[in-house]
């Protein structure tokens, strides 16, 4: 490259004055140098760069600064030093540069000329640092999603094993009890205290085999009846589990829409839909018993191309900022007494349908969203 006198002067100066420039620049990092082997090792890489700066002026070519960026960033992780801190230092290097072009007794114009070249360089290797930082955060991001991933499937599992586990171990004590109270109570005649207190032993039980079967459901393991799937009419079920909710709806002054398209159905076991429905209902109305008036649910069965979507809106208070993000975990719920099973239970079930749930929730409404794969349905079905 053919450059004037002048330039070359500059170059030229700034060859001769290298060492003491660099030690000036030494100096801006001196407190973060504690051994001798950073002082080396630092001394050597600014010497790198002040060399690839008289490079640049020299020949006038764009320079590939993607290493220096890396080596830049590497050492701000390693000393542990702010970004901000690290950019001030890096500012204090360019000036150090900056006045020793301007002490050269040259011509205003090149030294002007040299500086922006300079202030372009210290930008590029600046850009390649933020680079270079963005690239090791998104790795580090990436890194904990997998973990975080690896964590919930981890969780799972272990809650699938011990949900089976702990379920069994209750049913076949609970099989038993049942069947001894059975054989008692042939044998009673008429003591109506008696019949009274099998009586509430009997719903204690049912209670607690419905318990014990919702922790199966949150099993992720296959039984008998997962196999036994038939074609579920999504609208007649709503009719159903709208119709067994009607007493407590109107005693609670809740005003129901209905917006059912024509018949959809999907495959899977009825009463595990059923149950994923009555949970959504039983989850707004308890929602809407928060709201002292005007108490209003919304519920929606459309499809689109692939799929029938349900959706239960109630106007009660939004979820709670807390637990937004852990909604369908088990054990998570905003009743106090409530064992927080019902999401966790619907979110399984509807996994193993294929199938999927979501919400939404503002102080206006939430709004739980049901997919069901769509299944046509043929005279054979109705039959």
């Keep these: 490259m053919v450059y004037t006198y002048e330039k070359k002067e500059i170059i030229e100066h700034l060859k001769l004055n290298k060492r003491e420039i660099l030690i000036n620049m030494i100096e801006v990092f001196q407190e973060t140098l504690k051994e001798k082997g950073d002082v080396e090792k630092f001394f050597q890489t600014l010497e790198t760069l002040f060399d690839l700066f008289l490079l640049n002026i020299s020949t006038n070519e764009r320079l590939h600064m993607e290493m220096f ?15 901000e801190e690290f950019l001030y230092k890096f500012e204090q290097v360019r000036l150090t540069m900056e006045k020793s072009i301007a002490r050269i007794p040259t011509v205003d114009t090149e030294k002007n000329e040299t500086i922006a070249q300079l ?46 586990s702990f379920a069994h171990e209750i049913r076949n004590p609970l099989t038993s009890i049942k069947g001894f109270v059975q054989l008692l109570e042939k044998r009673l005649v008429s003591e109506k205290e008696e019949e009274k207190y099998f009586h509430f032993i009997y719903q204690d039980m049912e209670e607690l085999e419905q318990q014990v079967n919702q922790f199966l459901m949150l099993s992720t393991e296959k039984n008998h009846q997962d196999l036994c799937v038939t074609a579920i009419s999504l609208k007649e079920l709503l009719y159903e589990v709208v119709d067994s909710f009607q007493p407590i709806i109107s005693q609670g002054n809740i005003c129901v829409h209905l917006h059912l398209c024509e018949n959809v159905s999907t495959w899977g076991l009825q009463d595990q839909i059923k149950l994923v429905l009555y949970k959504l209902m039983q ?76 919400y939404v929730t503002s102080e206006e409404w939430t709004i739980f969203k049901l997919r069901f794969p769509i299944k046509q349905l043929t005279d054979d079905d109705h039959k």
Aim: proline content about 3%.
């Design 283 to 358: 989850n707004a109305h308890d929602a809407l018993m928060l709201k002292e008036n005007g108490r209003k649910l919304k519920i929606c069965l459309k499809k689109d191309q692939t799929d029938a979507i349900i959706t239960f809106a109630n106007n009660g208070p939004p979820v709670p900022r807390l637990i937004r993000h852990s909604m369908f975990e088990p054990f998570v719920g905003t009743k106090e007494l409530g064992k927080g099973l019902g999401l966790a239970v619907s979110k399984q079930l509807m996994n193993k349908h294929k199938g999927d749930i979501d």
């Design 69 to 83: 960026g890396q080596v830049v960033e590497g050492y701000r992780n390693r000393k542990e030093i702010s970004l």
């Design 119 to 164: 202030n372009k360089f210290f930008l590029e290797l600046q850009k390649e640092a933020y680079i270079e930082t963005e690239k090791q955060i998104n790795n580090q991001l990436l890194t904990k999603e997998v973990q975080l991933s690896q964590l919930k499937k981890d969780r799972a599992e272990i809650l699938s094993k011990l949900s089976t």
